[in-house]
């Protein structure tokens, strides 16, 4: 977060906060730093409170955070949100403005993202919370889909390096991935961001996963890829 004041400081860009926008800069920033971190749902939940997006907002979001991490963010939140996505609320004017030509993208964009971060689901289950603290960013997890699954036959569960079951992709998301793997896409996947227990827990493990398709698709590249 420091990093970032200073960053936004010697941009010039906090000068524009004045009178009611300066109360919402700190929601602001809260929001840009889970986003560089990797924490992307956790992200738009909290820019998604910011009321007003102007050109200060804007100006401050572009800058801040590269435009592929924030076109996965809204991504994250439009696909695998649980409710009312914040893209579809007051947020989205800004949001939108923010992405510029990328927008056209949300839509597809897990049906042709070659690397992204998602959520893990359903870690209040099984115990599974207590596996998170064996896991750290950067560590392999394995993505293995389940055809047989009772509830779904497209489910993606997340297991750790010693098979432990630490949740699943959002359905939503999981259902495009599995598209892409019946079309001879394989996946791996990383831990990308562990948040603390004030986190809601479906926000807590972020994991970066990346798609192979066709020549890349070999075991050694696979295992431990970036």
């Known amino acids: ?29 809260s929001g840009i730093a889970l986003a ?8 738009a939940g909290v820019l998604g409170s910011v009321h007003t997006w102007g050109k200060p907002e804007v100006d401050l979001v572009r800058k ?6 924030f076109l996965n963010m809204v ?8 409710g009312k ?31 992204f971060i998602t959520r893990v689901v359903g870690l209040r289950f099984e115990g599974r919370l207590d596996s998170l603290e064996n896991l750290t960013p950067g560590q392999p997890v394995t993505l293995l889909w389940e ?32 598209t892409r793997m019946k079309k001879g896409a394989a996946l791996s996947a990383k831990v990308a961001a562990l948040m603390g227990r004030e986190f809601d827990v479906n926000d807590r493990l972020n994991i970066k996963v990346k ?6 698709i070999s075991g050694s590249e696979i295992e431990g890829a970036q």
Do not use: C
């Open 36 to 43: 560089r971190k990797g924490a992307l749902s956790a992200a």
């Open 64 to 69: 801040a955070v590269d435009p592929d991490r």
């Open 75 to 82: 991504a994250e939140d439009y696909h695998g949100s649980f």
């Open 1 to 29: 977060m420091k990093e970032l004041l200073t960053e936004a400081m010697n941009s010039g860009l906090l000068e524009a906060f004045q009178g009611d926008r300066e109360f919402q800069l700190p929601i602001l920033l």
């Open 211 to 216: 798609i192979w398709d066709g020549d890349e």
């Open 85 to 115: 996505s914040m893209y579809q609320g007051p947020a989205g004017l800004g949001w939108g403005a923010i992405l510029g030509d990328l927008v056209g993208r949300v839509e597809k964009f897990y049906e042709e993202a070659p690397v």
């Open 147 to 178: 055809p047989m699954n009772p509830h779904d036959s497209k489910a993606i569960v997340v297991l750790d390096a010693n098979g432990a079951d630490l949740g699943y992709i959002r359905k939503s998301i999981a259902h495009r991935l599995v």
